[in-house]
């Protein structure tokens, strides 16, 4: 089962054709409406009327998160606001999150691409989804909501979080699809154990899932737990938000949506790019978005790209599971956070030093537990109070949750009693297994 076919099946030559006409132009578009990649270009001597082939690309400069900080808001918008029917969000890592921002046309072709993901991963019209992922402006809950919509199953927008409810929502409503990030689901399976519910006497058929890193063998055990079908989703908010990339039913690489992305895998070092199938950090080009489009997006995920056509009949290439990143980037819980995030915030709290670590682990009900480790001035461990300690816990816990959407438990700790190394220092400890 395809959404579409025409696109989704259809032969290189043709696809790539489509490609090169859909870049040739989006540079026109950023040239002309995006002061930074008019600089750039010009800089360069590109012209993109000047671009015969997809291998042209590797003429263009890269775009990294820094270019989108140092154009934050808007700076790198396309189109003036008043083409902009929505906005949505992503962390940064320091201070502000990056704002992205979809015209009309944008949202629809969206919607589009997270119902080719659905189908791809089993769900019909005929399915009743729960969108577990956040609504608002992480894009996961809007992204899929949308997508389910334009499919015409029928949606239930959920949101994250209140476990029992989802359950209930589950049974009553008769969910068959699941939508949301893998360890939710293996915690949604650990409330049905203490609910005393058997998954079995639900009607779910098939799950999708992503927006975190998770593995094969947690694959196994939510298909196990919860008597479905798991596929594994990927997108990022910066190039879209989901409906770049995900798995068919064969669950052997996701399908990227090469007529509205163009894929490259580099080295992360040198940006050149690596053998066919090497592992290197995926680099991606919007081909038809207008509000926000980005040319060569250093996305800091690695993974390969898989050889060889897929059963499933979809000739769009497919890349492995997301191995890593190229940065310190951690993802709690399905959202986001650079260590520098919590830093700034060290840096603001009286009596905090900025010598933290991150120690990230799961707990019995496979929900992630994010504790910071936080070295205290001398004053407040010595002299300070067991109250004014608590102060300041809860002081630093409040600003963590308030700004950067998770919940860290905070600890105090003697000062220099975090390891200090001679390079880099160890802000994160990651003890989930991943
Ligand atoms: O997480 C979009 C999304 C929502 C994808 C729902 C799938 C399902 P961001 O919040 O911008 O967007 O986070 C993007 O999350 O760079 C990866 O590091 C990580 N990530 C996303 N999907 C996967 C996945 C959404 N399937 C960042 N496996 C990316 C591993 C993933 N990591």
Wanted: with cysteine; aromatic share 6%; glycine share 8%.
């Amino acid at each position: 089962m395809y959404f579409d076919p025409e696109y989704e099946r259809m032969d290189r030559a043709t696809l790539e054709g489509v490609q090169l006409e859909r870049l040739q132009s989006t540079l026109n578009r950023v040239a002309r409406n995006v002061p930074l990649y008019r600089r750039r270009f010009e800089d360069l001597g590109i012209d993109p009327d000047d671009f015969r082939s997809l291998d042209d690309v590797r003429r263009l400069p890269f775009t990294s998160k820094t270019d989108l900080r140092e154009n934050y808001p808007y700076g790198l918008f396309a189109v003036p606001l008043r083409e902009v029917v929505r906005l949505q969000a992503s962390s940064g890592t320091t201070g502000k999150p990056t704002v992205v921002g979809y015209t009309r046309n944008d949202v629809r072709r969206w919607a589009g691409l997270t119902a080719r993901l659905l189908v791809a991963g089993g769900v019909t019209r005929d399915d009743v989804v729960q969108v577990a992922l956040n609504y608002g402006l992480f894009t996961g809950g809007l992204g899929f909501h949308y997508g389910c919509e334009t499919l015409g199953a029928s949606v239930i927008p959920a949101s994250s979080g209140g476990s029992k409810r989802q359950v209930m929502v589950m049974q009553d409503y008769r969910t068959t699809a699941l939508v949301c990030t893998p360890s939710y689901a293996l915690h949604l399976a650990d409330v049905m154990d203490e609910m005393g519910l058997n998954p079995t006497a639900l009607s779910l058929r098939f799950g999708l899932f992503g927006a975190e890193p998770w593995t094969d063998a947690m694959r196994r055990e939510i298909e196990e737990r919860l008597h479905l079908s798991a596929t594994d989703n990927y997108g990022i908010s910066e190039v879209m938000g989901p409906g770049v990339a995900g798995e068919c039913l064969e669950k052997n690489g996701l399908h990227v949506n090469e007529d509205h992305f163009l894929v490259e895998i580099v080295d992360p070092a040198s940006g050149d790019p690596v053998a066919p199938g090497e592992v290197g950090e995926l680099v991606l080009t919007t081909l038809t978005k207008e509000a926000f489009p980005v040319i060569r997006y250093r996305t800091g995920d690695l993974t390969r790209l898989l050889d060889g056509p897929c059963a499933c009949g979809r000739t769009f290439c497919r890349i492995g599971r997301l191995i890593g990143r190229t940065d310190d980037m951690i993802t709690v819980r399905g959202i986001n956070v650079f260590p520098s995030q919590v830093e700034a915030i060290l840096l603001d709290v009286e009596g905090a030093e900025p010598h933290y670590q991150i120690i990230l682990e799961r707990d019995a009900s496979h929900l992630d537990v994010a504790t910071v480790l936080v070295e205290a001035e001398e004053e407040a461990i010595v002299s300070g109070s067991i109250s004014t300690q608590q102060e300041m816990i809860r002081k630093i816990e409040r600003r963590l949750s308030s700004e950067l959407s998770v919940s860290f438990k905070v600890r105090l700790v003697e000062p220099r009693s975090i390891p200090r190394s001679e390079g880099k220092a160890q802000r994160v400890v990651d003890r989930r297994g991943l």
